[in-house]
C-alpha cells in the first residue's frame, strides 16, 4: 500500500460545493435512517466526535501551536487558527461569562448550509451538530459542552455556538497501575 | 553515535509502537511489563523536571510531548544533540498522516499498519545521527 509523499503543512484546495453537498447528503442519510431529529442530532454530534479526536492531531502537527494556558486561549486559537484551517472562516468570540468558563463562537456564514433550507417537518434538527461533535472530541483533553444557540436555518440572524468548559481531563496511567 | 530504540504512547499509557534498532542488552521482562515501566517512569520524570535539573544518565532520552498526550520517546547515545525537529517529524509525518488519517486504523492501541512502521524505520535510518556501528 502506497501513499503519496507528505505533502508538508499547506491545505490541498477542494470544491466547497463538494463538501457542502457531501455534507447533505450525509444529513439527509441519517434522517432517512433514524426518523427523528433527536436521534440524528446524537448521530451527528457522535461522528462529530470521532472526527475532532483525529482532527486535532492533524491541527497541531500543522500549525505548531502549544499547550493552552486558559479557556481564552483556547477560544482564540479555535476561532482564528483552527476555524480559519478547515473552513475558511474566523468567527468572533463573545459573550464570556463572568468565571471565564463560557463563551460564544458567532459565524457570519456557515459554509455546511450553503443552499440548504430547513423543511417543516424537520423543525428539531440541528443541521450542523456535526461540529458541535468536532469541538467536543477536538478538546478532548478537557471535558467542554458546545451548543447552538442560534442558527441561520431557523431564522436567526447568525448562527452562535455556546462553548461551556468542565473540566480537563488529565492523562491516565495504564490500567491496573493505580 | 546511534539510535537505541523508540517508544510512542497515547495519553492512556497505551503504547502505540516500539522500534528498536542498537540495542545493547535486553530487559529480562515481557515487551508489556516494559511499555508499563517506561510509560510509569514518564509520568514520575515529568512530575520532577518542573522542580528539578534532569538527572545524568549514560544514554540520552529525548522526549516530545503533544497538547493532546502523544508521547514520542527516543533513546541515543550520548553523542546526539538535540531532536526536537525529528521527533516532531514523526509525530506529524508519520503518526499523524499515515495512522491518524487512515479511518481503519484504529486509535488508542497498538498501530498495526506495515507502512507506518517501515516508513519510520527508514525515517531513523535516514537520520545523520543514525550509525549502522553502534557506540
Known sequence: ?178 | MTVHNLYLFDRNGVCLHYSEWHRKKQAGIPKEEEYKLMYGMLFSIRSFVSKMSPLDIRYKLHYYETPTGIKVVMNTDLGVGPIRDVLHHIYSALYVELVVKNPLCPLGQTVQSELFRSRLDSYVRSLPFFSARAG
Open chain 1, 1 to 178: 500500500m502506497s501513499r503519496q509523499a507528505n505533502r508538508g503543512t499547506e491545505s490541498k484546495k477542494m470544491s466547497s460545493e463538494l463538501f457542502t453537498l457531501t455534507y447533505g447528503a450525509l444529513v439527509t442519510q441519517l434522517c432517512k435512517d433514524y426518523e427523528n431529529d433527536e436521534d440524528v442530532n446524537k448521530q451527528l454530534d457522535k461522528m462529530g466526535f470521532n472526527i475532532g479526536v483525529r482532527l486535532i492531531e492533524d491541527f497541531l502537527a500543522r500549525s505548531n501551536v502549544g499547550r493552552c494556558h486558559d479557556f481564552r486561549e483556547t477560544a482564540d486559537v479555535i476561532a482564528k487558527v483552527a476555524f480559519k484551517m478547515y473552513l475558511g472562516i474566523t468567527p468572533s468570540i463573545t459573550n464570556w461569562s463572568p468565571a471565564g468558563d463560557e463563551f460564544s463562537l458567532i459565524l457570519e456564514n456557515n459554509p455546511l448550509v450553503d443552499f440548504v433550507e430547513l423543511p417543516d417537518n424537520h423543525s428539531s434538527l440541528i443541521y450542523s451538530n456535526l461540529l458541535c461533535g468536532v469541538l467536543r472530541g477536538a478538546l478532548e483533553m478537557m471535558a467542554v459542552e458546545a451548543k447552538f444557540v442560534q442558527d441561520t436555518l431557523k431564522g436567526d440572524g447568525v448562527t452562535e455556538i455556546r462553548m461551556r468548559f468542565i473540566r480537563r481531563i488529565e492523562d491516565n496511567l495504564p490500567a491496573g497501575e493505580e
